[in-house]
């Protein structure tokens, strides 16, 4: 059973996009245990619009929070304060794909970061990582926290435009598994999100 938390080297980068790839292709359950902004829409609400097999199951969030900030700045705004004992894995005997919040050091609240949910749940994580000025060092910064709490990588996902130079110094760094390329695609559609599982799905029988 693939149990997967999609992590990202910072907010904006595609985890959502990926996350509805990984459960299209796995026909999974998704969950967003915590949710920072509610409007336009929930990140549960676009993976829902944006797969189409009948099997998987969308989770409720643990926390819904109206502020689109850190959490544990959206939680306070709200009065709370999160705490790991308030999270457990949803009971599924599914294929389970969880996303975060941001990248993997947010806070959730003081001194219990998204990190430490990893490993609360006990998952390997996927790494999405988005090509810009400043990628090279946030995706090996998280990919070397990830190592120091030894946290098991399922897969690095290369999101956007291509950058050769770029890519090259993150695999001279890290030599795990790397997931198919998501390219930088015209509109985020249920037809997109259909054709990249697909070849997520071939990945991961030959993996
Ligand atoms: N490969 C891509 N092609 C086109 N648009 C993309 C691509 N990847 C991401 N986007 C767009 O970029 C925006 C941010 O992506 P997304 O919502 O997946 O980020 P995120 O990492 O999940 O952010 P958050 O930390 O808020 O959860 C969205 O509008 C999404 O549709
Ligand atoms: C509001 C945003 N879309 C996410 N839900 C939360 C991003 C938190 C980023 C915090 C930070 O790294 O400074
Ligand atoms: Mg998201």
Redesign the pocket.
């Known amino acids: 059973m693939e149990n997967l938390f999609i992590t ?1 080297i ?10 509805a790839i990984l459960t299209e292709a796995l026909q999974a359950d998704y969950w967003k245990p915590v949710q920072a ?1 509610l409007t336009p829409t929930t ?1 549960a609400g ?1 993976v829902r619009g944006l797969v189409t097999n009948p099997i998987s199951r969308f989770w409720p969030e643990r926390y819904r929070l109206a502020l689109p900030a850190s959490p544990h700045a959206a939680a306070a705004a709200e009065g709370l304060i999160l705490r790991p004992d308030d999270f457990e894995l949803p009971t599924t005997s599914n294929h389970l794909v969880v ?1 975060g ?2 990248g993997l050091l947010v806070p959730l609240a003081p001194g219990f970061s998204v990190a430490d949910l990893v490993q609360r749940l006990g998952l390997a994580v996927v790494v ?1 990582s ?1 090509h810009y000025l400043g990628s090279i060092n946030h995706t090996l910064l998280t990919l070397e926290a990830l190592r120091q709490r030894q946290i098991p990588v399922r897969g690095l996902v290369f ?2 435009a291509p950058n050769p130079a770029t890519e090259e110094a993150i695999l001279s760094y890290y030599n795990g598994p790397v997931m198919p390329r ?4 015209p ?2 559609s249920a037809a997109v999100v259909a054709r990249y599982a697909a070849e997520y799905r071939e990945w991961f029988m030959s993996a």
């Open positions: 990202g910072g907010t904006d980068v595609g985890k959502t996009l990926v996350a902004g990140d676009t996303e919040a941001g999405v988005r999101n956007g998501i390219l930088e695609e509109a985020v």
